[in-house]
């Protein structure tokens, strides 16, 4: 029966055999689709605008097609990166290659043309003849072939063995390496074998801060970068009456931007309690995890809410990072308010104030509370006892010191804040935003970059948003394992990112920086 209607109609006007074809062009494509093979960037919602869900390349994607232009990388230069940890390939004094931090302020990028050539002494990367399949810098003509394929790197032996540079652990391939661990060819291995190329240009704006302050000193008994941006910045101050613009209505200053993971309607809760305590709507942008759209009944909910601009993303677990960055991308106006989808305004976030000191002061950003007032405090990078790099939080640290803006004394000058803050949209995107490099534990990354740029932060304890969650706790193991293993990778390439080796917090009894305990001796406004 399907045979004669087809032929009935199509078949009248078209050849037989262009109706086959026909039909199984339509079969192949909708296979394709069916197994993702095609990306089609559909998706949501508002009433009066459909948002598409952009494609771009996220940092989980082979973070350069080499392959597109050969001709190109015989010009660019790349870091390469072993993926999990997020350290990099370095040519050690004797000519190996070992694994050292991504470190802005060194040359370790090579030219990739099939082969690797050092930047520095234009050698090529080839095997170590006193340990064969360590890989050191020879002669160019002694070079190996290296191909890009699925995120390895790998090489042909004659013999048709396949092999990909790994990291060690002792002789075998690792990813989880030590600093000066040996690079080798390897048996091909995930994660200990997946490689990311990061283009130099790309690399040096991502790893802007840790190029902030320059120093030859850089913290005497331990040496990294992010111990010269130890920034602090001055106080914030007053601007000219005749510099300031005033905004005369929130809705044309401010967007709220949220990141969500296929919680809208926690979204819309927040959206209501921004309309009833501002007596109006703020326009939002929400970042949801995709690929799949939600249900009818949720897309005519957010209808309700035509400020919001949703967009679900082209796949799932996009990230904190890449999430907001995408939303603060999109967003016009001069200010936003970063919020969790948890969040729900109350009577005293005093959105019109936080307008008002970014109006009329230097300020970048205006922290609110949460739940905890212990989690807002300075940060410093410091040598630890051993005498490595490792960065410190100073637990209630803004609340103890006290340095109340002279002008607005209820807002503490301060490093950290909570998640809910306003911000200058510019200033925020000057310093490259969130890192799309980390999933989790962006949180203390974008306010470093803000320290080391010299931005002014203050925290405001009277500006109040609730943190009220779903509710239920998460019970299966396995999810709970892989949530903790993200995590675990995550604080790792936190801590590569910054070139450093730890991270902790202090109590008041632990300090011991001597700017911060001279701090903490008097509770007086200052001025610089």
């Not at 040496?223 to 007053?238: D, E, G, K, T, V």
């Amino acid at each position: 029966m399907f045979n004669m209607n087809l032929r009935g109609t199509i078949g009248q006007r078209l050849p037989l055999f262009v109706t086959t074809l026909l039909i199984f062009l339509t079969l192949f494509f909708v296979q394709k689709l069916i197994r993702g093979d095609i990306n089609i960037p559909i998706i949501i919602i508002s009433d009066k605008t459909v948002s598409y869900a952009v494609k771009s390349r996220s940092f989980e994607d082979d973070s350069v097609k080499l392959e597109e232009s050969r001709e190109d990388n015989l010009t660019k230069k790349y870091r390469i990166q072993f993926f999990y940890r997020g350290r990099c390939v370095e040519v050690s004094d004797e000519g190996s290659l070992v694994v050292s931090f991504c470190n802005p302020t060194v040359k370790q990028a090579f030219f990739f043309n099939g082969t690797l050539q050092d930047e520095k002494t234009s050698l090529c990367v080839g095997l170590n003849g006193s340990t064969p399949k360590n890989l050191a810098l020879l002669e160019c003509s002694q070079a190996i072939r290296l191909d890009s394929i699925n995120g390895n790197l790998l090489h042909e032996h004659q013999t048709g063995k396949k092999s990909c540079v790994s990291s060690l652990k002792g002789d075998q391939p690792t990813s989880n390496p030590e600093l000066g661990a040996a690079v080798a060819l390897t048996k091909c291995t995930n994660p200990a074998s997946r490689i990311s190329f990061l283009e130099e240009g790309e690399f040096l704006r991502d790893r802007a801060a840790l190029l902030m302050n320059p120093s030859d000193d850089q913290g005497g008994s331990c040496s990294s970068p992010a111990l010269a941006a130890n920034n602090r910045p001055p106080m914030a101050q007053l601007l000219p009456e005749s510099q300031v613009e005033r905004c005369r209505d929130l809705s044309e200053c401010v967007t709220v931007v949220v990141k969500t993971a296929r919680r809208p309607l926690l979204v819309i809760r927040l959206a209501e309690s921004i309309r009833t305590v501002l007596q109006q709507d703020l326009p939002m942008i929400v970042i949801d995890d995709g690929p799949s759209a939600h249900s009818a009944e949720i897309v005519a909910q957010i209808a309700g809410y035509p400020n919001i601009k949703y967009v679900v993303a082209e796949k799932a677990d996009l990230g904190i990072s890449e999430g907001r960055m995408r939303g603060v991308n999109m967003v016009t106006t001069k200010y936003f308010v970063s919020m969790d989808d948890d969040n729900v305004v109350t009577e005293f976030w005093d959105a019109t104030k936080m307008v008002e000191l970014l109006d009329t002061t230097d300020l970048t950003l205006v922290g609110a509370r949460t739940d905890s007032m212990n989690w807002p405090g300075f940060m410093e990078f410091r040598c630890s006892k051993t005498g490595r790099p490792v960065l410190t939080q100073y637990i209630a640290s803004c609340r103890i010191a006290n340095q109340g803006l002279p002008f607005y004394p209820d807002c503490l000058r301060c490093d950290l804040t909570s998640n809910s803050f306003m911000a200058r949209t510019k200033d925020v995107l000057e310093v490259g935003g969130w890192s799309r490099e980390l999933k989790v534990f962006e949180h203390h990354d974008i306010f470093l970059r803000l320290k080391a740029a010299g931005k002014k932060v203050v925290w405001c304890p009277n500006f109040h948003v609730l943190n009220v969650h779903s509710g239920g706790t998460v019970k299966d193991v396995a999810y709970k394992r892989l949530r903790y293993e993200r995590a675990m990778q995550m604080r790792d390439r936190f801590l590569n990112h910054w070139n450093i080796i730890g991270y902790g917090h202090a109590n008041r009894g632990d300090w011991s920086s001597t700017w911060l305990n001279d701090l903490y001796t008097t509770t007086q406004h200052v001025t610089s």
